[in-house]
């Protein structure tokens, strides 16, 4: 089973701040299995970035996903108010699927 | 537009079981393979287990494999989990989440339900 370890766990930002998220796999995934995913209170996951960098339906341009092999990186590049939540990084390659514990991002 | 609604969950004591059920709409389901992803209060995500578009292909996770049953009606756009022998720990909110594929491997999840709550408790 694919371990992914998301870094910081928690980050204090405030609007129109450029925000970095961290993911990192035990083993090495392929960029087309790695996605983010966007969950705000009492609300379902939200699909951000499949393919490691490509922005699902709807997304803004603002948030970028970049990596490869154990690293990637979840990019928000100014930070708007109905961006704080917590974001998950997942891998779908094998199975069991995996996600990566959370990193929340807090106004500050 | 795509909807997905989970019901059946509620409060059950260890060791009974439950069944989960997943009604889909807006988009033509026997295209599409499906999953159940839980969530414990406060806790990350955890992938529960996936089915093909035609019942081919299934997994589980560890945790819950020989405890829980995937099955999906593809004449009734219908997803289930048959929950056995429950522990405390299976209690969540779990998610039916749409695969954009006919595989549930290799793909992220583009669609997803609000979830239903299962608690084990005595």
């Known amino acids: 089973e694919i371990v992914l370890t998301q870094s910081p766990g928690t980050l204090s930002l405030s609007p129109g701040e450029r925000a970095a998220l961290s993911c990192r796999a035990s083993?090495?995934?392929?960029?087309?299995?790695l996605a983010w995913y966007q969950q705000k209170p009492g609300q379902a996951p939200r699909l951000l970035i499949y393919?490691?960098?490509s922005r699902a339906t709807g997304i803004p341009d603002r948030f970028s996903g970049s990596g490869s092999g154990t690293d990637f990186t979840l990019t928000i590049s100014r930070l708007e108010p109905e961006d704080f939540a917590v974001f998950y990084c997942?891998?779908?390659?094998?199975?069991?699927?995996?996600f990566g514990q959370g990193t929340k991002l807090e106004i500050k | 537009e795509v909807q997905l609604v989970e019901s059946g969950g509620g409060l059950v004591q260890p060791g009974r079981s439950l069944r989960l059920s997943c009604a889909a709409s807006?988009?033509?389901?026997?295209?599409?393979?499906l999953v159940w992803v839980r969530q414990a209060a406060g806790k990350g995500l955890e992938w529960v287990s996936g089915?093909?578009?035609?019942?081919?292909?299934?997994g589980y996770a560890d945790s819950v494999q020989g405890r829980f049953t995937i099955s999906r009606d593809n004449a009734q756009n219908s997803l289930f989990l048959q929950m056995y022998s429950l522990r405390p720990e299976d209690s969540a909110l779990y998610f039916c989440?749409?695969?954009?594929?006919?595989?549930?491997?290799?793909?992220?999840?583009?669609?997803w339900g609000q979830g239903t709550l299962v608690t084990v408790s005595s």
């Open positions: 089915i093909s578009w035609d019942s081919g292909s299934i």
């Open positions: 989440a749409r695969s954009p594929y006919g595989d549930y491997v290799g793909f992220p999840y583009d669609y």
């Open positions: 807006g988009f033509t389901f026997d295209d599409y393979a």
């Open positions: 083993q090495s995934v392929s960029s087309t299995s």
């Open positions: 997942q891998q779908h390659e094998s199975s069991p699927s995996t």
């Open positions: 393919g490691a960098s």
